[in-house]
């Protein structure tokens, strides 16, 4: 089992339109916080956030997004839509009893937490997203930002089909972990984790469904404006993350009414890993309600 890991309880949350394997900690009797893992990731990814946020009174539940390791894999690009993402987020907190939902995403999980701020604010109690901008902050600077335009190079790129799952496959997905590695800090990813993600990426279909997230947001209007965003946020930022450009998380925190924001200047896109000790207390401070105690 992988180190952090090891009081997990695994399951199947049967949801009406797809089936969600998931990681599970803490009482089930304590309020429910939902983690949205990002690419290419799965529910270990929260293995350095499960054990304390458990131990401070939360029920922790962790999925593997639709697309992902055992989690149901369904045809086609639309399948993988912003709509699609958050209403299995809203089904999920439905089967385990809530309809007011505290979430935190990293990257791509993240930007599933906006997106049901911006659409779904109702089902929203709180929401803590750790580098990713806004989904429509993101797809806008992807053209016009020119920062952020050499940082997405790789998402154009998956628009591509088959190519991009070919490249990640290769020498058993060695061109996928070194990628990883390179864009986080020495130590961010331990050496006997790579086994636990090569077993999740060779499920089949599943890179290429992991892909569809990135064809699907290429594909979707954006182009409205944002509401402002009632919900209250709290933006974790690493500032040395290779695929989002920092100004990208001042554009998006602007969007929130009751926003706060906890940037790193040594942190990359894997902040959650690199950094556990400082993000977890904040964690547990921002997702606590007066009710809690």
């Known amino acids: ?20 394997h998931y990681a599970e900690m803490g009482p089930e009797d304590r309020p429910l916080v939902i983690l949205l893992h990002g690419f290419p990731d799965n529910c270990l990814g929260w293995r350095h956030q499960m054990p304390d946020l458990a131990k401070a009174g939360f029920r922790m539940i962790a999925p593997d997004q639709r697309g992902y390791g055992v ?35 990293h990257d791509w999980g ?3 937490a906006w997106w049901l701020c911006s ?19 993101w797809k806008q600077a992807m053209y016009e930002d020119k920062a952020q335009r050499k940082k997405s190079r790789y998402v154009k790129m998956f628009r591509l089909r088959g190519i991009p799952e070919w490249a990640m496959r290769r020498k058993n997905f060695d061109t996928l972990i070194e990628a990883l590695e390179a864009s986080a800090r020495e130590g961010a990813f331990a050496k006997e984790e790579w086994d636990a993600y090569r077993r999740a990426w060779s499920e ?8 569809h997230w990135y064809r699907a947001l290429l594909k979707k209007d954006l182009s409205a404006p944002v509401q402002r965003i009632e919900v209250p946020v709290l933006l974790v930022w ?24 906890l940037f ?16 977890n207390p904040m964690l547990v401070t921002f997702l606590r309600s007066d009710q809690d105690a």
């Not at 659409?119 to 806004?134: D, G, L, R």
């Not at 089949?204 to 892909?211: F, N, W, Y």
Request: aromatic letters at 4%.
């Open 1 to 20: 089992m992988m180190t952090g890991m090891e009081d997990a309880r695994f399951g199947v949350a049967h949801l009406d339109r797809i089936a969600l």
């Open 204 to 211: 089949p279909k599943a890179l290429t469904s992991m892909i």
């Open 119 to 137: 659409t779904k604010p109702e089902h929203m109690e709180k929401a803590a997203m750790i580098n990713a901008p806004h989904p429509a902050v």
């Open 264 to 279: 790193f200047a040594e942190g990359t896109h894997w902040v959650l890993c690199e950094e556990a000790a400082s993000i």
């Open 71 to 105: 989690s149901g894999k369904p045809r086609g690009v639309k399948a993988y839509d912003l709509d699609e993402l958050a209403q299995d987020v809203i089904d999920l907190g439905r089967h385990f009893g809530e309809e007011k939902l505290r979430v935190v995403g």
């Open 238 to 261: 690493g500032e040395k993350d290779n695929f989002a450009d920092v100004s990208l998380a001042k554009k998006s925190i602007d969007l929130c009414e009751r926003g706060g924001t």
């Open 110 to 112: 993240a930007s599933v």
